[in-house]
């Protein structure tokens, strides 16, 4: 039987280690064992591993490394965020506001906040992908303790006005925590220029493995912990710290720093030619969402008249691993929320597809993908004559 070369576009679901990254890692894995909290030789080694870390991620999105809390992954950060501010002013704010198109990792934080007797106003986004600022202000309310907002939407990539929701938070003296997952890696992050009291970041959307991330917390914010064990992260995260994740992390981020420019010219360059060639070789095609405000790697085009399922199945037959709609709700029947916030039909919705590009693409695969998206999709159109 031939192999299928395999080529991965899905970059926002996950990202491959990168070869540093695995060494740090590995090296860490093997050697640093000790317990960081140990006062002994070995656990002084950990913990020194863990600072660099720390410096490292803090350096990228420009804090002071005492302002990262190192945590699981990005589902727990947007949760220590969320609870860890609303809970903290329980008696005096009791409600939250954020968007409608935010990762589940936020959006069920709130559905159960809400269980919890948290009123949370859920703002619209227009068909750009884009949250309007003003739609913010007028959901403050005079018990409002926090807004949460995403950075990078994960399935459009379209960038949202942090600065300008930043100061109407300001101006309300509300927190801001912003979900960063999707930006980190693939867009300049300053914490201060966005006005961020919270940031949450995860190491495999950036070539660092599973089950590592962090949450920056601006020196000053009132946040509770969310776990009870020991004084860990200035007790702001129990239980002892993942240094070869935490490790492995930091030279993601500072591998991310160092590649940012030209890996968004690059992405970029090859996003557009990506694009550019479906639009023109396939009729009934469009993007989705804001096609200027976007992250540089992604693209969400719709393929009117055939299932945006099949098309992934159809292409990984050819070897092309891309996405519809957000992994995580992958397999699931509803069309994406976040397609359906910006007003598309359950048809277009579900016809859409998530190109989301990395270091490893090169224009070759791009013009593979291109020819395979074009076959897949003519079959597939010849086989359903009642969509199309
Ligand atoms: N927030 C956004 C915007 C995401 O895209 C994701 C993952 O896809 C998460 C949060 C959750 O991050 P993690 O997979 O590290 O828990």
Do not use: W
């Not at 962090?214 to 000053?220: D, T």
Request: a neutral charge.
């Amino acid at each position: 039987m031939k192999t299928v070369q395999r080529f991965y576009f899905d970059h926002n679901a996950t990202t491959p280690v990168s070869p540093e990254v695995l060494e740090t890692a590995v090296t860490c894995l093997g050697q640093v064992y000790g317990n960081a909290s140990s006062i002994h030789h070995f656990g002084q080694a950990a913990k020194q591993r863990l600072e660099t870390a720390r410096r490292q991620i803090a350096s990228l999105i420009g804090c002071q490394a005492r302002e990262i809390v190192f945590v699981s992954g990005g589902t727990e950060a947007d949760n220590l965020a969320l609870f860890g501010t609303v809970r903290q002013a329980k008696r005096s704010g009791r409600h939250v506001i954020t968007t409608a198109i935010e990762h589940p990792a936020v959006l069920n934080a709130c559905a159960q906040l809400e269980r919890e007797g948290v009123a949370v106003t859920y703002v619209p986004v227009g068909a750009d992908g884009v949250v309007d600022p003003d739609d913010v202000r007028r959901a403050l309310r005079a018990d409002t303790v926090l807004v949460s907002v995403m950075h990078a939407n994960n399935e459009l990539g379209t960038v949202q006005p942090v600065p300008e929701i930043a100061a109407i938070a300001r101006e309300a003296g509300v927190y801001l925590h912003v979900d960063g997952v999707q930006a980190l890696g693939k867009i300049p992050v300053d914490v201060d220029a966005l006005g961020a009291d919270l940031y949450s970041m995860s190491g495999h959307k950036v070539y660092a493995p599973k089950g590592i991330g962090a949450l920056y917390v601006r020196r000053g914010t009132r946040l509770g912990a969310i776990l009870f064990g020991g004084h860990h992260e200035r007790e702001r995260r129990p239980g002892t710290e993942n240094v070869p994740g935490a490790a492995a992390f930091g030279c993601a981020a500072e591998l991310a720093g160092a590649h940012l420019e030209t890996e968004v010219r690059r992405t970029g360059e090859l996003r557009d030619r990506l694009e550019a060639a479906i639009l023109e070789r396939i009729p009934r095609t469009g993007v989705n969402g804001n096609r200027a405000a976007r992250t540089p790697n992604t693209t969400n085009i719709y393929f009117d008249g055939l299932e945006g399922e099949a098309l992934v199945i159809a292409l990984d037959l050819r070897g092309f691993a891309v996405s519809s709609g957000a992994a995580c709700s992958s397999g699931a029947v509803e069309p994406s929320h976040v397609l359906t916030a910006i007003g598309l039909k359950a048809d277009r919705a579900r016809a859409s597809i998530r190109f989301s590009l990395g270091r490893g693409n090169t224009a070759e695969q791009v013009d593979a993908l291109v020819e395979a998206v074009a076959a897949a999709v003519t079959h597939l159109r010849r086989l359903s004559p009642v969509m199309a």
